[in-house]
């Protein structure tokens, strides 16, 4: 029977993929309750220990030396001590070692949901430890089932939840439906471990990233900033530590492979990927894209970029309901104004206006030639005067 109960205990471990160790101490607690319960007392100091080869227990009780016995739970005459350990005295400890015939079946049934519940724990520590070492990661998970606005989804070892906030907006989600999720926090709760994961975080965007392009692992590029508003866009910014390395082309992808395949994971959400520069003008203009800008004004104390943009544009730099400017600000991190410029067609004017002017003169140059014409016949009939003969008087 022992040594059934040790193949028991080898079975859980290889099962559960627990260490051995921990169902053992597991199992010694256990016994130690059991005989309190039975057969002494709360107040006792029980150790069990438990072979790890032969299954065989072996319990020991802390009693204390007196002289005359008044409870044999706790107490033991210093004659029958002296047997065990020489040379103790009244007041001293000793261990007694005691084992009831009856022990192995009342502890089997005693210890059975105590050693359960230990077996519980200890998965649940080894499932958090697990997934507390990946917080920040993306994974695969499958849907279990959907209680409202909440998914449960299935990750392998553990469960997690996809509260409604976490959602991308507008996507549906059914039994047995596969996607990727981004694990936000780990948390050890009374019930075991809660793992909250997200399809809307901006980080999962850049985590899908990651697993696309080679040259993000390689350290050739970098993604610098995220902006996102989960079902709607997402801005990124990225930059390249080398010369001659396309970032925004690394992140396309050759006839935009790679990006067109995190969109998909994401259910076709739209991606800019734009040129992150160390200056902020630029920045900001590369953020607003596609969007053409007149004319930046920065406030660095208070950190504003006031930006006038030709009339024309002025819709295209906002955004629907003003998602690019919104997304241009998260992602740069200025409070970002714009204005329609009122000195946006001065080009096209004063192109206009020179031919008008260039006519004018035209007309004042023919005004002139007549003008001229009218003065030199004047003067061409006047000698024709001067020459006639004078009248014989």
Same mark, same amino acid.
């Given at each position: 029977m022992e040594t059934q109960f040790t193949q028991a205990i080898d079975q859980i471990c $290889?099962?559960?993929?627990?260490?051995?160790?921990?169902?053992?101490?597991?199992? +010694?607690?256990?016994?130690?309750?059991?005989?309190?319960?039975?057969?002494? $007392?709360?107040?006792?100091?029980?150790?069990?220990?438990?072979?790890?080869?032969?299954?065989a227990i072996e319990v020991f009780v802390e009693k204390e030396v007196v002289e005359e016995v008044d409870n044999p739970?706790?107490?033991?005459?210093?004659?029958?001590?002296?047997?065990?350990?020489?040379?103790?005295?009244?007041?001293?400890?000793?261990?007694?070692?005691d084992l009831p015939a009856d022990f192995g079946r009342i502890a089997a049934q005693t210890a059975k949901q105590v050693i359960v519940q230990r077996i519980r724990e200890a998965e649940r520590d080894m499932v958090f430890s697990e997934y507390k070492d990946k917080e920040g990661d993306i994974v695969n998970c499958i849907v279990q089932r959907v209680e409202g606005d909440t998914v449960i989804c299935d990750l392998g070892k553990a469960s997690a939840v996809l509260y409604r906030n976490e959602q991308i907006?507008? $996507?549906?989600?059914?039994?047995?439906?596969?996607?990727?999720?981004f694990i936000v926090k780990v948390e050890q709760t009374a019930r075991g471990p809660q793992i909250v994961v997200s399809r809307s975080h901006p980080a999962m965007v850049k985590k899908l990233f990651e697993s696309e392009v080679p040259e993000i692992v390689a350290g050739t590029v970098e993604i610098k900033g995220v902006a996102r508003e989960a079902g709607g866009r997402t801005k990124i910014a990225v930059s390249s530590s080398e010369e001659g390395v396309d970032p925004v082309g690394s992140f396309v992808g050759q006839r935009g492979i790679r990006v067109q395949s995190v969109m998909n994971e994401i259910g076709g959400e739209k991606i800019d990927i734009i040129l992150w520069d160390e200056d902020p003008k630029l920045y900001i203009e590369n953020a607003l894209s596609p969007a053409k800008i007149a004319e930046i004004k920065l406030d660095e104390k208070e950190q504003k970029a006031q930006i006038k943009v030709p009339e024309d544009q002025l819709s295209l730099a906002i955004g629907k309901q003003g998602q690019n400017v919104r997304l241009a600000a998260k992602l740069t991190g200025w409070n970002i104004d714009i204005e329609g410029s009122?000195?946006?067609?001065?080009?096209?004017? +004063?192109?206009?206006?020179?031919?008008?002017?260039?006519?004018?003169?035209?007309?004042?140059? +023919?005004?002139?030639?007549?003008?001229?014409?009218?003065?030199?016949?004047e003067s061409e009939v006047e000698p024709e005067k001067d020459t006639e003969a004078p009248k014989e008087s």
């Open positions: $290889e099962e559960k993929n627990i260490d051995k160790a921990t169902v053992m101490e597991a199992v +010694e607690a256990a016994l130690a309750a059991a005989y309190k319960k039975d057969y002494g $007392e709360k107040d006792q100091e029980v150790r069990v220990e438990l072979s790890e080869d032969t299954g739970n706790l107490e033991i005459a210093q004659t029958a001590a002296t047997k065990l350990k020489k040379g103790v005295k009244v007041g001293d400890t000793v261990e007694v070692m907006p507008g $996507e549906r989600y059914y039994p047995n439906q596969r996607f990727r999720v009122d000195t946006a067609g001065v080009e096209k004017v +004063e192109e206009v206006a020179k031919p008008i002017k260039r006519k004018n003169d035209k007309k004042d140059l +023919e005004a002139a030639i007549i003008e001229a014409a009218k003065k030199q016949s």
